[in-house]
């Protein structure tokens, strides 16, 4: 018997929102990477992410490992879209002003 060397694809998928998940999960590239270079080991992760397969923990940190730069561009990105995210949601509810709109609402209904 001989053993078939077949090489297999990134158990990787961008969703709807170009976000990339791990195998068929919701954990994302980005918490994978992120806990990997915290220093975890594949079986910490898979212990910590428990819908994720073992497996599929080695062969994420291996592409990343063959394709850092461009793994690293796309976290980038990530992290540009969501500070971008969120200085547009801090300028259309402005948490000052809900703070001080809610503080008002109490005051009236404690007066009444």
């Known amino acids: ?3 078939a060397i077949v090489a297999e694809p990134a158990p990787l998928q961008a969703n709807e929102d170009g976000v990339i998940l791990v195998g068929k999960t919701r954990v994302t590239l980005d918490t994978v990477v992120a806990v990997f270079g915290q220093g975890a080991t594949a079986e910490e992760i898979a212990y910590r992410y428990p819908s994720l397969n073992l497996a599929d923990v080695y ?3 291996a592409f990343y490992l063959k394709h850092q730069s461009k793994v690293e561009a796309y976290l980038q ?3 540009q879209q969501a500070q ?3 200085e ?3 300028a259309r509810f402005d948490p000052q002003g809900l703070r001080d709109r809610l503080l008002a609402r109490k005051a009236k209904q ?3």
């Open 110 to 112: 404690q007066a009444c």
């Open 88 to 90: 547009m949601n801090q």
């Open 1 to 3: 018997m001989t053993l």
């Open 84 to 86: 971008e995210i969120r």
């Open 77 to 79: 990105q990530r992290q």
């Open 59 to 61: 062969a994420t940190i």
